[in-house]
């Protein structure tokens, strides 16, 4: 009787796939001066929470952001992991 080896392999893979809106000014973070700043729309579907609870995280200094001359809302990537 042959002798038959079965091999499994499982792989994980995380895909990020980002369209930067080309009206969304390119500037870099005030905090930590990564340049990864993105609207709270965006920055709600990288995070996977509502818009709303960035908003509050936003008043309660929770996340980097910064506010364009022209009242834009930006919100730091690098800082959307960080805790509450």
């Not at 390119?26 to 908003?55: D, F, K």
């Amino acid at each position: 009787m042959k002798k038959r080896t079965v091999t499994t392999i499982e792989i994980k893979e995380l895909v990020f796939v980002s369209a930067v809106r080309a009206d969304t000014p390119r500037q870099p973070c005030p905090v930590c001066a990564a340049w990864a700043m993105v609207t709270p729309e965006e920055a709600a579907n990288i995070a996977r929470v509502t818009v709303r609870s960035l908003y509050a995280r936003v008043e309660a200094e929770g996340v980097h952001f910064l506010e364009t001359a022209d009242g834009l809302l930006l919100l730091c990537v690098n800082s959307l992991s960080q805790t509450e």
